[in-house]
């Protein structure tokens, strides 16, 4: 395929790095879970951001664990697996994995407890309920050790209670390596500790805030370190720093019978009591996360930029497949990646399909709805974006971002480098005829071309800044940190509201037109409020939390409330309303905290539901009847 043919229906020209790659028939395959734990549900995350991996000898899969969720690779097939939160998994980030001597797969989420996989789809082992998991760690029988800032468990099957349990220790384990009697060694904030039944004894009197991991191997006690490796002898209580040409920061470790795999400095070598053997002279540029052992030749390496294998050097393990790779590839750098920290969502509606815009901390993305290829806009150089909006023709999309500020994106036009807002910009609306964008300056319309402030911050009647927008029918609503305010264009008066939203923290902003009057929904930091100027009710079935984004299903009449401790559906019944939550125990939703919110049109009368959150892009499908 000619590469041109990509550049078709582009709304600017774009750069070779942000190009989708062709499929090719030799690349690693996707296999697709049949079976879901919450079929209306679907992720976009990418699995690039390693935290922790393990191999399964048995199988020849290697399990790991992402802020995106849990990757799955059957080495010998080149096939791979997402699960993700729709499958079970409470939310998408999760910290650890391991794979037990009777092969049951286990992961532990980053808030919400340990998991474990049956038939396809992730279950909650209840009987440590929610408790935060710092580590995972096998013994050498095979059973799985769950390291917590409540104590360390051992577990041998699902449906059973730990058949060991150790009293905690203040601080959550960093890792822990279990010996053939039981005896427990891990490290935290503190220092190095054991316990072989009578209680934990720390290894040195003094406090050791500067181990980060550590390993057993044999009759050695492997250490590492803020700077280099050390090797103590339980059979002497000796210890042996390791060459000292390796002064870094020890990040991972993984035991073989020759010693230790380590990372240090961007480098990983085999450490044995004799030295320390790098792999190749090639030192990575990103943080190195986790080691798996295959033998004293070969080892995975786990980073926060994909999966690398090591034999006589180091290669990438990618997917090749958005959103893990989006771009062709590239020999000075790793190609480019979607970014989990969504914060902005504008849906395009063009005249065959749609488009999906997403801001995230990383940069902005494009989605085709209707192909569903990705693209990242690498030559906008801009991050941090809070904003997007499309014109009522769909010609133009404006991008917000608090360190580039107000940026075009036209369909005819040439970029332009020079953004039309310089400030950081953190809100976007359209009215009926115009544009207004909020920023750590104030307020600003779009008019003949041109953007104008017409408020300075210096100008508003609360000592706060401005954090959320919406345009209603004849005036500006604007929510500050310190009260809500209504702008007239056509007087320019700026009036404070009266009552308590006066004087609240509004962190969104929905007006919605009416027959008569429009109705506004104001977000708060302590519940959802809606009204006119002078008259204002608490919405008292939404859950007296932070409001952080708000969305109007016009077809269905329905509002979502996006909120920091999940979603919210709102139905009008009976003079009052009727409210369905979803979180990440209750739906395949990526994360608890919802960004943004943007609604799309699907197919056989469905409407798709898109979620931003800290943790990927969800997608929830209900029905338009």
Not at 56 to 80: K, S, Y
Not at 95 to 121: C, P, T
Not at 513 to 541: A, C, H, I, N, R
Request: include cysteine.
């Amino acid at each position: 395929m000619n590469s041109q043919d990509y550049r078709l229906d582009l709304p600017v020209p774009i750069g070779g790095e942000d190009l989708p790659i062709p499929v090719a028939d030799a690349g690693p395959q996707e296999e697709k879970v049949g079976d879901k734990a919450h079929l209306e549900w679907f992720n976009w995350a990418s699995q690039r951001h390693i935290r922790d991996l393990t191999l399964d000898a048995v199988q020849e899969e290697l399990w790991l664990a992402t802020g995106g969720g849990v990757l799955r690779w059957r080495l010998q097939e080149n096939r791979f697996t997402r699960y993700a939160s729709e499958h079970g998994l409470p939310g998408n980030s999760v910290v650890a994995v391991a794979v037990d001597g009777l092969g049951q797969v286990w992961a532990a989420s980053e808030h919400f407890g340990l998991s474990y996989l049956n038939n396809e789809s992730w279950y909650p082992y209840r009987l440590l309920g929610d408790i935060k998991v710092s580590c995972l760690t096998l013994d050498s029988t095979g059973q799985l050790w769950v390291g917590t800032v409540s104590g360390i468990y051992g577990i041998n099957h699902p449906d059973e209670k730990p058949t060991v349990e150790r009293s905690p220790i203040g601080h959550p384990p960093r890792a822990m390596a279990i010996a053939n009697d039981d005896t427990i060694w891990l490290c935290n904030a503190q220092g190095v500790y054991c316990d072989s039944g009578s209680g934990w004894e720390r290894l040195s009197d003094r406090v050791q805030p500067d181990i980060l991991t550590l390993a057993l191997q044999g009759n050695n006690l492997w250490l590492g370190r803020f700077k280099g490796l050390v090797r103590i002898d339980l059979t002497t209580g000796k210890p042996h720093p390791i060459d000292s040409t390796i002064g870094g920061e020890i990040t991972a470790m993984a035991a073989t019978e020759q010693g230790v795999w380590a990372a240090c400095g961007g480098r990983v070598g085999l450490a044995t009591e004799t030295g320390w053997t790098p792999l190749g002279d090639k030192r990575l540029n990103i943080p190195i996360t986790s080691l798996a052992a295959v033998n004293d030749q070969q080892v995975w390496i786990g980073t926060h930029d994909g999966l690398r294998r090591g034999e006589d050097g180091i290669q990438l393990h990618l997917t090749d497949t958005p959103p893990d790779v989006i771009g062709l590839p590239s020999r000075d750098k790793s190609p480019a990646t979607f970014s989990n920290l969504v914060q902005a969502l504008s849906v395009q509606r063009l005249a065959e399909r749609s488009i999906l815009w997403i801001g995230t901390a990383g940069g902005l993305f494009r989605l085709d709805l209707f192909t569903q290829s990705w693209r990242r806009y690498g030559w906008l150089r801009t991050q941090d974006i809070r904003a997007i909006v499309t014109d009522p023709d769909q010609e133009t999309v404006w991008v917000a971002s608090l360190s580039s500020g107000l940026q075009q994106i036209t369909q005819q036009a040439e970029p332009d480098a020079t953004p039309k807002i310089a400030q950081p910009m953190l809100g976007l609306t359209v009215g009926v005829s115009q544009y207004w964008a909020i920023g750590l300056e104030g307020l600003y319309r779009y008019q003949d071309s041109t953007w104008v402030q017409v408020i300075s911050v210096q100008e508003l009647p609360v000592r706060g800044w401005l954090q959320a927008v919406t345009a209603g029918t004849n005036h500006v609503w604007l929510g500050t940190s310190a009260g809500l305010l209504r702008y007239e264009p056509e007087t320019g008066q700026l009036s404070r509201v009266k009552g308590i939203l006066g004087d609240s923290e509004v962190r969104s902003l929905l007006a919605i037109p009416g027959d008569e009057s429009e109705l506004v929904w104001v977000g708060t930091t302590q519940g959802l409020y809606v009204g006119t100027f002078d008259k204002w009710k608490m919405v008292s079935e939404v859950e007296p939390r932070s409001i952080t984004a708000l969305a109007w299903d016009e077809n269905t009449r329905r509002l979502w409330v996006g909120t920091d401790g999940g979603l919210f559906r709102l139905v009008s019944q009976d003079q009052g309303w009727k409210v369905d939550k979803f979180d990440v125990h209750t739906s395949g939703l990526g994360a608890n905290r919802v960004n943004a919110i943007a609604i799309s049109t699907g197919d056989a009368g469905e409407t798709h539901l898109w979620i931003g959150t800290p943790c990927g892009l969800s997608c929830y499908r209900y029905s338009r009847a």
